[in-house]
Every structure is written in structure tokens, then in C-alpha cells.
């Protein structure tokens, strides 16, 4: 089971949620180019002969391709409305906490999803949904103008090392399958991507070129190769394209667009949304998740919950129901850009509009004058969405609207969505979030100073912070800080209160401490001048 | 009127509120040693003539302590009250972009202050309230450890270029009187001080031996130097100290632990409570504004809105009215740590306590666990608790709990506190904090990129973060970035559409736009398989 567990000097263990996959146990070596240890494949290959015979049924075969039926229980939803409790429920269940029939029951219910392809026996189960951790998803992938597969493996790396709990594969240029499979064979986490990318490709870029075909063959690659989720923008109708002419920001959504411009050229409607039953059948067979995406998303504070994004989201909420009746997993995507005061009414709508399934986030920005600190303005809209009830936080990093993410962007943004995540998860009472933040508040009363670098979301940049200032290694058992000096420290001047306070016999009395917020205005009305005897508390 | 303009390659300008100060206008040079231009000095003497022989009256004096009637004219709520408008008054209605009437009711009622201490007339005035835009306040300071005083003034030259509207100076170690009168005679914002750090050098850092005398007279000193605000602790009661004993981190503000020693080592309460009413009049007399402290506030998200938070916040409401009585302006300091989800509760209950006085709060932090990184965490929460009505935020750098900020922590701290007070301003719908989104946004769309760096929150990040994917001096008008590539653009996507449209005759139907999003539900129930020719969109 996949845990950080942080000894601390007291002889306590912490025990926190860890996304980093072998290569952060030193017991372990991994070669890059042969990948992970393929450790769910025995779970794979029991299901598969107690299924012997159903569609999909053999790893790495081509789905049958329209002989598929939708109530098998090939899918973990599928498993999950039958009633039964997977290997991977039960993994989620002991690293969330919670008993496995209360995943099963949510994964049933389309409230939470579970993205495992057959075909990425590598990944470490997780699961996404409101009642659980909130998670966070790193984009990653090169572009026609920057990086390699190198680059990008590292950044997956790299990605989960800090707490990405999935990626996604976004690469655009040159040798995009090479790149995926090698991203997917080293990833212990959910690899997603956006299939009509890679479909752009092999046209040439030319959107109006596109065809289903081109399209269902590029789905089935990846597939095949174990993507675990897909975003597919099935909700951008013909009719609803006028709608954004007069936005500020038009479309800024890359699928979006494309699909837009494909609509209007052919003057037919969205392809994806013409096949999804096919597309249905096909994500069946190898269990992959949708991730229904939102080409319609505002690019802007001005275009946030417009009629464009919220005629799709309807769209979204149709399709859901339909890849439900197909038994595979649903999660919606979500916007981008959007003003505090309009936040929950998004989340609303879209638990409304989509039935509940899982939302998925992209920020939102709070506001769009700060390119460079995107992370930030999208931390705020994002710890607030996740507050709210959304399951997944994608996060942007400083980059954003500005360039591609180099290795200390993608950590920038990690941290930004752990921190975004977290704070949701308290602010929702996640049994179990606050008992993290109290272990590190009691390290950093008691001057336990490698307690608290040990249990910071990052150790490396909180210890070199600390040591900036006071460098010499007896300041790390300080029982003071830069901030006030060694004669004035306010946790010192605490300590002596409380010790004073025990010589006094305060502590007797501690019980009624209780009781004085009520008594606090009788005082204050009482007069201005009062003294009270600290043997009267 | 101090605003910056940035002139567009559109020829269209927009004016943003500027901290800055004389500094950054290119016709004007600025000797530190020399200080700022009094600009202030004619209206003071003025108002001075206007009350000859009352109280307070000349530049420089001391009060005539004792003497001074609590109905006066000399601060600037005295004469809101009186129905007059001050020239300060005037000044930040055009700043603010509001009628004067609206500053002097807002001040009048003691929802607003504006913070102008006589003897700091090189300051451009500004307001701080609920109805205005929400500001940010930048803590700089030498320690017994660390820093210098051109350190120190670098500090404040710098915070304030990049936006803050207040700083304070909270040094504790040598040399604070000297580096207080640098700082204030070069500052163009308001000034605050915390008297309590300096008066404890005075009795060589033991709590125990303050004197209200020793706070006295340190109080009168910073307001001859021109403070124009001051953090007093003094609703720190002695019955509210045994409220803090079980808590997780105690007492961690540095002025409260202070006074709740020297309460328990005096079985005596507060001097800063009993005195209160001759710090009313000394205040008064410069027209210095109250900030009170909140010494008990939570160290940690365990203890937010605890007893101890909440007893000490009902003294400083009763406080607040006797400074009120006085015509001494007050705001309210806040916390701290709090989870989002006790963030709305905090501001509710300030408002109803301290009878809509002002609140200004540090951040607040929204989990204890990512210390390197607490202008993000705490950037949340105060997005959130200026949009719920603060009126103004105490930044957070990153080496919070760690280390003294230096220069790059303070532009970072400043940043994270300009996103957070504009997210907020945005989310209350202040008038006009819109049109700068929307000129950044329209500058995006049409990748006029040096536009779009200009608009931004820091130019300078923003387009050294483009510029290094695309260095290419081309690449600055380029009609493409480098996360699509010149090929695969959804912006450029966007613009063919709207020009499709346009050919199309897609224009002429717009005004059915609106009306898609109701026609979207029967849409999506009249079937899957939707052809809609655009004509009939």
C-alpha cells in the first residue's frame, strides 16, 4: 500500500497519502525503459477467467466492436452496480480510509470513479470523487515547439514525486505515441489525455479533415496502450458555436476549437457526439473513464458561466447518462476561469446537470491580471471548487498563457493544487485531513524544527528557507526562530505562560474556561477597569 | 493623483491605482536621505489655521495630554462627522473613483479609515474599508538576528511598487528608531507600528518590567515620527489568557504573548486596557488610527475561532467605541489560520462585535501544512475573506514561520496579496475592478502581447516567462504561443470562427444566442442525433 509514513523525533509516525509510486522507496530501482512493475496484472488475469468468454475479456485484444453488451461487468462500475468489491475498491478503500463497500456504493452511484485501463497494470488504484481526497491532476506533454520524451517522463516523475495524483499526457508534436507509452509504462498514477490531438495529427493539423474514423482508430491506440482516461469533447454542438461569438474569449479550449471549426465547416453536427454509443463500447471493453470535457469552458472573468458553457454543460449531462447505461465511468469537466461569487453556483449546476458524477476542474482563475502566477489565482478558485464538492483539481502553473512547463513549473503547480486540495479536504472535514496539520502545528510549537520540515507538503524548500536566515546546524534545535530572535519569541513567552499558569494552579480552573466566552460580556459591560484575581478564572 | 496609465498599441489607455508613489513618475528623483516631498504639509496647515488654538493644533507638539476634548475637529472622523470633507477625503474619492460624500459618510460611520498621522505629510492618502477596493499591507522590519536599515527602506521602496497600500514596520531589534524615520520619511503610504516591540527594547526584552509610562511614551515618539497606524494589544485580558492553556499552538502573535505575560506576572490587567482612554486622546491628537490587535488570534487551523479569539474580539468591539467617543478612527486586526469553511463565520461575527469597524487580517492561512509556501495557502483565504468583507489583508511571504523575508519574498508576498485583494474586489463587484480583466483579456485574444505584459500584475515575470520558450523577438507579435505552436492554436481556432460566422451570415442570428440556453433542454431530450443547419440557430 502506497504511504509516506513520517518518523518523528517524538517516536510518533505520521502516516500520509503518497502518489510517488516505487521510486520513492529506496528498497527499489526502476529502469526507465523497461517501467514500473506490472503489479495489478494478477488481479487482470483472475478477473478476466472469471469473466471467460464476456467482451473484452482477453488484455490487449481489440474491443468486438459493436457486439457489446452494456450490462457486463467488465468495468469497475460494472462490477460495483453488480454489488461486487474489486481488488482496486478495496486498495482505494485502506488508502482513503474507508470501508470498501463505501467505495463500492459511490463508484455504483456514478459519484465517484476508479480509472484503471486493463492495459496500465502499473498504476496504483485511486479513486475520485466528492466523498473522498480531493485530487489533482499535472498536465504535461511537448509541443510542436519545445521538449522531448525525456523531458516529459521526467516531468510525470517528477509530477508524482510532489503529489499529482493523475497526469495528463498533452503532447501535440512530434512522436506523441512514443512519448505516451513511455509516459504510461512509468506512470504509478492515472495517465488521461485528449485522443483528438493526436487525431489532429494524423491529419495533418487540418481540423476540417477530421473524420470519426480517424478519430475511433486513434481511441482504440490508446486504449491499447493503457490510457486510463479520456478527455473527449462531445459536448460541443453545432448550435451551440454562435453562442460564444460574442464572447470576450471566444473558445480557448484547443479540442474546442477544433471541433467547433469542424462543425461549421461540415455543417454537421459534433462526430463525437454522433458516435458515443461507439465510443461507449469501445472505453467499455478496457474500462477506461470519460472525462466528458468542456470545449466551451470560459477563457475569461467576462465569459464565466455563460450561455455557452452551460448549454454544454446540459449536453455533458446527457452524455453521462448515456455512458452510464454502457456501464463505463463519467467524470465532467469544468472551467477555467471564474469569479469567486460564481463558483458554487457552477458546482451546483453541474452536480444538477450531470447527475452527480465527479467534477474535474481546471483551476478556475479568480482573475486574469496576473499571467506568471496563474498558480496562485487558480489555487484560490481551485481550493474553493474542491471545498464545494469537486473531486479533482487540474492545476495550471506559472507558466499558464504563457509558455510551456519546465520541471520547477510543474512542481510550482503541484504544490499550489496539494495545498488547494488539502485545504479543501479540511474545509470539508475529511476525517483524517486535520490530523496532518496538527502534527506539523505541534512540531512547530515545540521547536521540533526537522519534525516540521519532515511533515511540510516540501520538506527540501522549508529547510532551506529556515537555514537562509540561521544557517548553523544547532539552530535547526533552536527553541527560537529569525523571525523574533533568540530573547523574544512569542511560542517561548507561551510555553512560560503555561508553565506560570501550572505553578498557579490555573490548571484547576482550566474547566471553566469553557464557560467564559458566555461571561465575556457581563465583563465587558461591567466596566472598563476591572481586576480579576487569576485564582477567579 | 497617483494612478498608473498603460498606454495600449490600440492607442486605448488604462488607468490602474498605483502605490508607488513618487518614485516611479520618470520625472521625478528621489534622495532617500532627503525623503519624499511633503506634499500633505499645506492642507495640514490649513486645517491648522482653521483650528487655531484647538487641541492638537500644531505640527510637531506634543498633545497637552489630559486637556484634550473628546469632541474635536483634528482627525479626519472627527471632521466626517462633522460633515465636513477634508482634502484627504477628496483625494481618495478620486482615487477610489467615488463621490466624496461616499468617503466621508463611510468614515463617519466607522466603516472606513483613513490613516494620516499630521507628521507623515509625504503620504498619498487612501481608505480602508468594505465599500472601497480591499488593500494589502506589507510587513517589513529588521530582528535582533538579521536585516539592516537600507535593507529595511529597500524593502518598503519595493513593496510598494509592486502594490502595497500600507506597510509596517515591525522591527524588534537595534536601531528601530531610526529605521522607522527612513522608512517613514520615504514612504508614500501609511505607516504601522506595533509600539509594544519597541517599548519592550526599552526595558531589555523582559516583559515583566513594561511600564504603561515606558508604552506611553514610545507611543508619542512613533506619532512625532509620523506613524500613522498602530497594532495595540489591548484586548489581551487577563481572564482571557487561561482561554489559550489547552490550546494546540498558544499565544503566537509576539504583542498578545507579551501582555499575557505581564498580566500573569502582574496579577494585573492589561495596562492597555486600563489606559485606553489616555491612548484615545494621544492618538487623537496626531490623528493616528487604532489598529487592534488580535494577541489571541489561532496560531493553527486547530484553533481558529476558538473562546480565546472570540472573548478578546468582544473586548476590542467595546473598545472600538470609546475610540469612537474620541473621534479616534479604529480598524480591527483578524487571523491567522482558519479553515475555508470557518472564514465566513470570522467576518460575520467582527462585523456584529466591533460594529462594522474595518477588519484587516493576516491572510488567513488555510492549512498548517506547507510552511516555504504560506502566500499561497494563506492567499486563499484572503481572497476569500476580502470578498466577504475585509477590508483589508496583511500579506504573508513565503518564509512565514521560517525566516525574515528578503526582497524576493516580499515581491512574492505583495503579488499573491494584489491577486488576492483584486480576486476580491472582482467577487464584490467592485465598480471598474472588471475593466482590467477585460483589458488583459482582449489583449490575450488578439495576442497583442506586449500589451498583455503590460496590463499584468508584473510585467517583467510575465514576459521573461514568454520569452523564454519564444525568445525570438518575432515571437512577441506572433499570432501563436508556445503551447499550441504557430499551427495549432485555439485562439486562432476561435478568430476563423467568428469569421465563418460572419460570412456565413451566422451575425444576423446572434440575438438568439441568449435564448439557446433555455431551447438547450429541448434539444437535448428530442434525441441523439441532432442536425441543425445554422440558418436556423
Redesign the interface.
Known amino acids: 500500500m502506497p504511504m509516506r509514513e513520517v518518523a518523528l523525533s517524538t517516536g510518533d509516525r505520521v502516516v500520509l497519502y503518497d502518489t510517488s509510486g516505487p521510486r520513492t522507496d529506496p528498497a527499489v530501482s526502476v529502469d526507465v525503459r523497461v517501467g514500473l512493475p506490472r503489479s495489478r496484472t494478477v488481479w487482470i488475469a483472475e478477473r478476466d477467467a472469471g469473466d471467460a468468454g464476456a467482451a473484452g475479456g482477453s488484455a490487449g485484444a481489440r474491443p468486438a466492436g459493436g457486439g457489446v453488451g452494456v450490462s457486463g461487468a467488465t468495468t469497475q462500475l460494472g462490477l460495483a452496480r453488480r454489488g461486487l468489491i474489486s481488488p482496486e475498491m478495496e486498495f482505494v478503500a485502506v488508502r482513503e480510509g474507508v470501508p470498501a463497500e463505501t467505495v463500492r456504493a459511490e463508484i455504483a452511484a456514478g459519484r465517484a470513479v476508479l480509472p484503471v485501463n486493463r492495459n496500465h497494470p502499473e498504476s496504483e488504484p485511486m479513486i475520485i470523487g466528492r466523498e473522498f481526497l480531493v485530487k489533482i491532476n499535472a498536465n504535461i506533454g511537448n ?4 521538449s522531448s520524451i525525456e523531458e516529459e517522463v521526467d516531468k510525470m516523475v517528477w509530477a508524482t514525486r510532489w503529489g499529482a495524483d493523475t497526469v495528463m499526457d498533452l503532447s ?2 512530434r512522436d506523441i505515441h512514443r512519448t505516451r507509452e513511455w509516459i504510461i509504462r512509468n506512470s504509478p498514477v492515472p495517465v488521461g489525455t485528449v485522443p483528438i490531438y493526436q487525431a ?1 495529427e494524423k491529419v495533418d ?1 487540418k ?1 476540417v479533415d477530421l473524420t470519426w474514423e480517424v478519430y475511433r482508430d486513434t481511441v482504440i491506440e490508446q486504449c491499447e496502450q493503457g490510457v486510463d482516461y479520456m478527455t473527449v469533447h462531445a459536448g460541443v ?10 464572447r ?7 479540442g ?3 471541433l ?2 469542424w462543425c ?2 461540415h ?3 459534433n462526430f463525437l ?2 458516435h ?2 461507439e465510443l461507449c463500447e469501445i472505453l467499455r471493453a478496457y474500462d477506461v473513464t470519460f472525462s466528458l470535457g468542456d470545449g466551451l469552458r470560459p ?4 465569459d464565466a458561466n455563460d ?1 455557452a458553457q ?2 454544454e454543460l ?2 455533458l ?2 452524455l453521462t447518462s ?1 455512458a452510464w447505461e454502457h456501464d463505463v465511468q463519467v467524470m465532467i469537466e469544468g472551467p477555467g476561469h471564474v ?3 460564481k463558483i458554487k453556483e457552477n458546482v451546483e449546476l453541474q452536480r444538477e446537470l450531470c447527475h452527480d458524477a465527479p467534477f474535474y476542474t481546471l483551476g478556475p482563475l ?8 496563474d ?3 487558480s ?2 478558485g481551485a ?2 471548487i474542491g ?1 464545494f464538492g469537486t473531486a479533482m483539481l487540474c492545476y495550471v502553473t ?2 499558464e ?4 512547463p ?1 520541471r520547477e513549473d510543474v512542481k510550482a503547480g503541484v ?2 493544487y ?3 486540495a ?3 479536504d ?4 475529511h476525517p483524517g485531513a ?1 490530523a ?3 502534527a ?3 512540531a ?2 515545540d521547536f521540533r524544527w526537522n519534525d ?2 519532515h ?4 520538506p527540501e ?2 529547510a532551506s ?2 537555514d ?3 544557517p548553523a546546524a544547532p539552530a535547526r534545535s533552536a527553541h527560537f ?8 519569541c ?2 517561548k ?6 508553565e ?2 501550572a505553578v ?1 494552579g ?2 484547576d ?2 474547566a ?3 464557560g ?2 458566555e ?3 457581563e ?2 459591560s461591567g466596566g ?7 485564582a477567579d ?1
Chains 1, 2 share one sequence.
Request: with cysteine; glycine share 8%; net charge neutral.
Open positions: 509541443s510542436a515547439v519545445a501535440t508534436g489532429l493539423g481540423a454542438l453545432l448550435r451551440h458555436v454562435p453562442l460564444t461569438a460574442r470576450r474569449t471566444g473558445i480557448v479550449s484547443r474546442g476549437a477544433i467547433a471549426a461549421l465547416a455543417h454537421e453536427e457526439y454522433t458515443f454509443a477563457g475569461s472573468i467576462a450561455a452551460l448549454a446540459a449536453t449531462g446527457e448515456l469569479p469567486m461569487n479568480t482573475t486574469d491580471v496576473a499571467p506568471g502566477y498558480h496562485i489565482t489555487a484560490i481550493a474553493m471545498w506559472p507558466k498563457h504563457l509558455g510551456l519546465d504544490i499550489a496539494k495545498i488547494a488539502h485545504a479543501a479540511l474545509a470539508k472535514g486535520q496532518w496539520d496538527d506539523l502545528s505541534d512547530r510549537f516540521q520540515f511533515l511540510s507538503l516540501d524548500t522549508a528557507y529556515h537562509e536566515t540561521l526562530c529569525s523571525m523574533c530572535g533568540p530573547h523574544f512569542s511560542m513567552i507561551t510555553r512560560d505562560v503555561r506560570y499558569a498557579r490555573i490548571g480552573e482550566l471553566l474556561a469553557e467564559m466566552r461571561k465575556s460580556a465583563f465587558v472598563n477597569h476591572i481586576y480579576l484575581p487569576l478564572v
